[in-house]
């Protein structure tokens, strides 16, 4: 039984930073991929930032070089550290895990319940 567990959103004024964690348990396969994707309401969930278990990433070109994804995995647990964040940023957050390659296509077997990130 797979169960993601988001933590680390909160309100933030624009230019400001927010690191987001992502603890996951169960996990019973040798191969993941492991992502965050952003929703707001009305639109389309997003892909922001993946990982693959050989540590190759991914990141949407609307948060590249300011967001970054890792990774600690003796701890399992995904990170997103947020830096620069604008106004557009503003969405619930969600991490996601997928047995093998996902990239930034929303289509992850499991998904957390997501942490709201507010840029002000």
């Known amino acids: 039984h797979v169960q993601l567990v988001e933590s680390g959103g909160g309100t933030v004024q624009a230019g400001g930073s927010l690191r987001l964690s992502c603890g996951i348990r169960?996990?019973?396969?040798?191969?993941?991929?492991m992502g965050w994707f952003r929703q707001i309401p009305g639109k389309a969930r997003e892909g922001v930032a993946s990982?693959?278990?050989?540590?190759?990433?991914t990141h949407a070109g609307a948060v590249k070089g300011r967001f970054t994804i890792s990774r600690d995995s003796d701890k399992n647990i995904l990170f997103l550290q947020m830096n620069s964040l604008k106004p557009e940023d503003t969405a619930m957050y969600y991490c996601?895990?997928?047995?093998?390659?996902?990239?930034?296509?929303?289509?992850?077997?499991?998904w957390g319940q997501g942490t709201q990130v507010t840029v002000s």
């Open positions: 990982i693959e278990y050989d540590g190759t990433t």
């Open positions: 996601a895990a997928h047995p093998w390659f996902r990239g930034l296509n929303p289509g992850y077997q499991f």
């Open positions: 169960g996990w019973q396969y040798n191969t993941y991929c």
